[in-house]
């Protein structure tokens, strides 16, 4: 598994004020998948994405993503100003396919993992992440 | 004194369980005679198990007046299911006659002239007397506390907790999962829970460093009861540093993870559990949700929005048991479990007459050991009350509308913000305000009152966190608390709208005028999350305003407009 983009674990002191209410998927966002892809059709399912439903710090959310047969992974914050965070590549020899990260989210946003499958198919799978000012719990 | 008796108690046939008929009837009995504490308690002792369950008792060891909310909106699949059905609607659901005990107990009217009929309600002592008499039927039935337990009280808040911790471990608790008590300080929980002597569990409890599975807290307990392998795995409150201040116990982490639910499951089923109880701490909608998502957990014990519900509630081939809060409530369950699986059970939600069920004289004396060093303070008078005053409700309650008239005139605010928890014993008319009343509303490790300046913008902002956290469709969203209460400010709400457009028309009570996105407004508040709030103890600045009113008397709040329920 190798690292070849990672704008992860960026612990600032400062909460993203101005990012309390959703954010919708970008033009970056669509781009960047569609650099990935080569503009391939794209089908739900065989990705597993686990990521938090609310985020308990939107600085440092854990992200783990895991697609049986993947070549390769690409994870995009849809909402964020740079959506790209990683794409995680798998050798033939790799024993399981996945991967955990913690990420920055600017807001309330869909996470979203693209699979390349080893026969060159896409896969989809994504995940919303609240970014809350915090409540009042009961 | 109470002259009625309606039956809380439901039996199900095996067959029943895995079809779709839904559940049984009523075991109604409306027979004229007084109600006894033997006919509280009258069981027929079912099957091979049994469980109790006591949750969000919020460190009420005293009986106390508890009045149910009136206002208990659910959104999206669960609108009008319960527990979002609430007064007539509610009795009517259950055959609940009205004037009876059962009403008195689980809905909101004529609360104050019924409070007067059936007395106060809780009081562990009595607890302690209901989980005793179930033992004596069942010697090694299961007693599963759901947390919120250490918190709510001017005792457990200057004992840190010692005071509850003392006279649960009379009862003998099996286990206990968490909430409130994470605001302790999670040293003070870590030396609390090694003293505890039976399991502390949470299976979503987390090391928030290396975001793996916390070494403190235990997913799951095995016990072998009647000859019958039973597994309880814990779900603490999945918002925990969210809705509560994260920097008190920042090693942890929490969320649903009900991805790691199904593990366990599966794990305590491979090691032959033939009965997996989830002991949680989700809040009712949200267990609703995990049970459709999670296979193979028979019964699930929930707590957090103190909902109290006479029957179970099916999904799927779960149970989920709903048992009050403050004590108001512990609910018998008793399960046949044979080959392997849940045949069939029989439930009754026992409400706790304090002045029907004798108290049990060791935690009895235990608890006013634990209050004498206190007595002075806790019994003084500081005013009295002409209003009934209670917190329960989506929107607002008369104890809230007080603590924000305190806040607007105490701290001199123009805005008043009080959270929207959902713990807090009801004072009736013409009763003293005693030091213990207003810290029984306000205890709290994080009660400093902040008072600051907000643009109307970002008011509303809050408005609206708030109300999504609330109002959410999908329950995994939504943090079981009620809508943050206002003061000095109207607001119109649509439930039905998504984030970002349900709050609107917000209005300055004072001057008429609509809220000024760009204009600063003077806001004071109390239970702030962040870290290094200052400002006076929310119960100080309660106190000085109901001593300087002497008598409490409430308009009727009609500030918040609600639509799209």
Known sequence: ?138 | MISRRDFLQTTMAASALVGASGFGNWARLAAQQSLTQDQLLDFDTFGNVTLIHITDLHAQLKPIYFREPEINLGVGEVAGKVPHITGADFRKLYGIEDGSPSHYALTYNDFTALAKTYGRVGGLDRCATVINSIRAARPDALLLDGGDTWHGSYTCYHTEGQDVVDAMSLLKPDAMTFHWEFTLGSDRVRELVDGLGFPALGQNIFDAEWDEPSEDFAPYQMFERGGTKIAVIGQAFPYMPIANPGWMFPEYSFGIRDQRMQEMVDEVRAQGAELVVCLSHNGFDVDRKMASRVSGIDVILAGHTHDALPEPVLVGETIIVASGSNGKFISRVDLDVRDGRMMGFRHKLIPIFADVIEPDAEVAANIDASRAPFEAELTEVIGKTDSLLYRRGNFNGTWDDLICDALISERDADIAMSPGVRWGPSVLPGQDITREDIFNVTSMTYGKAYRSEMTGEFIHTIMEDVGDNLFNTDPYYQQGGDMVRIGGMGYRIDVSKPMGSRISEMTLLKTGELIDPSKTYVVAGWASVNEGTEGPQIWDVVENHVRRQGTISLTPNTSVKVTGA
């Open chain 1, 1 to 138: 598994m190798i690292f070849t983009r990672r704008e992860t674990l960026v612990l600032s002191a400062g909460a993203a004020t101005a990012a309390f209410l959703p954010m919708q998927v970008n033009a970056a966002a669509d781009d960047a998948i569609a650099a990935f892809t080569g503009g391939a059709e794209v089908t739900d399912g065989g990705v597993d994405l686990v990521a938090p439903e609310i985020a308990e710090n939107g600085n440092t959310v854990p992200i783990e993503v895991s697609a049986e047969g993947a070549a390769s992974i690409m994870l995009i914050a849809s909402g964020n100003p740079t959506p790209g965070v990683a794409t995680f590549n798998f050798g033939k020899l790799a024993g399981a396919h996945t991967a955990s990260t913690r990420i920055r989210l600017a807001g309330t946003q869909d996470v979203v993992a693209i699979a390349k499958m080893a026969d060159g198919s896409f896969k989809r799978a994504s995940a919303n992440v609240k970014v809350t000012i915090g409540g009042c719990g009961g």
